[in-house]
């Protein structure tokens, strides 16, 4: 149980285009999903988090006019690299939390490569 | 902030013992994870220790947690070709659900 996919898993778009990445939570409800990028030989940051329903919250020095997210029902969200460049290709990987209490909350997608050209 | 620090690499040889460590500034973290990546899946869990815990132990896995030194370490028993994987620790307080990584340990077993 507890299965979150992304897709795509890979995507290669020209600069200037956007790119939307899609988030599900395949066997539970997310009440709150979680969109990190990561870098190479770097750890995962933050990027927003949302909740179903709600604006999402956005940590700071992220663009949430570039990075736009929807969280429109409980198991979905979207992440949409508008008018992406290439300092934009990352992975980026979402989680998604059930809501529960207990410590294993997050569960992870598998992550999506982005490559701006 | 809270700044978690982890070594980039570690080699081991296969059947010998991993041991993985990661050094955090924050006392106040009340959950510890370890999470496993590995190419092409998702951030695995693969175990969690509270704070007010100094070790536990899961089949091949021990978690050693030293507050005083702020220290964490995950050791891995007869390490095999299949622990292959990047592993990183994360904190997480008690006032929200998020998470503060590290920036992961790849895990490399010689033959």
């Known amino acids: 149980g507890a299965v979150v996919s992304q897709h795509p898993s890979r995507v290669i778009c020209k600069s200037g285009t956007s790119v939307k990445i899609e988030c599900r939570s395949l066997d539970f409800q997310a009440t709150t999903m979680f969109w990190y990028r990561q870098f190479p030989k770097q750890s995962l940051m933050l990027m927003a988090t949302?909740?179903?329903?709600?604006?999402?919250?956005?940590e700071q020095g992220v663009e949430k006019d570039k990075f736009l997210i929807n969280h429109a029902s409980l198991t979905l969200s979207t992440l949409t690299v508008t008018s992406a460049h290439p300092e934009d290709s990352s992975f980026y990987i979402c989680?998604?939390?059930?809501?529960?209490?207990?410590?294993?909350?997050?569960?992870f997608g598998p992550g999506t490569r982005l490559t701006v050209t | 902030g809270e700044d978690v620090e982890q070594s980039l690499f570690l080699s081991v040889r296969e059947g010998d013992s991993s041991v993985i460590n990661c050094t955090y500034t924050?006392?106040?973290?009340?959950?510890l994870y370890w999470y496993k990546q590995e190419p092409g899946a998702g951030l695995q869990l693969l175990t969690y220790i509270f704070s007010n815990m100094d070790m536990k132990q899961d089949q091949r896995l021990t978690v050693l947690l030293n507050k005083k030194d702020k220290h964490l370490s995950l050791r891995i028993a007869d390490t095999q070709t299949g622990d292959s994987a990047i592993y990183f620790c994360a904190l997480r307080g008690d006032s929200n659900y998020q998470l503060i990584w590290g920036a992961g340990t790849k895990l490399i077993i010689k033959p």
């Open positions: 924050d006392s106040s973290s009340t959950y």
């Open positions: 949302s909740n179903e329903g709600s604006k999402a919250t956005y």
């Open positions: 989680s998604a939390r059930t809501g529960g209490g207990d410590p294993y909350e997050q569960y």
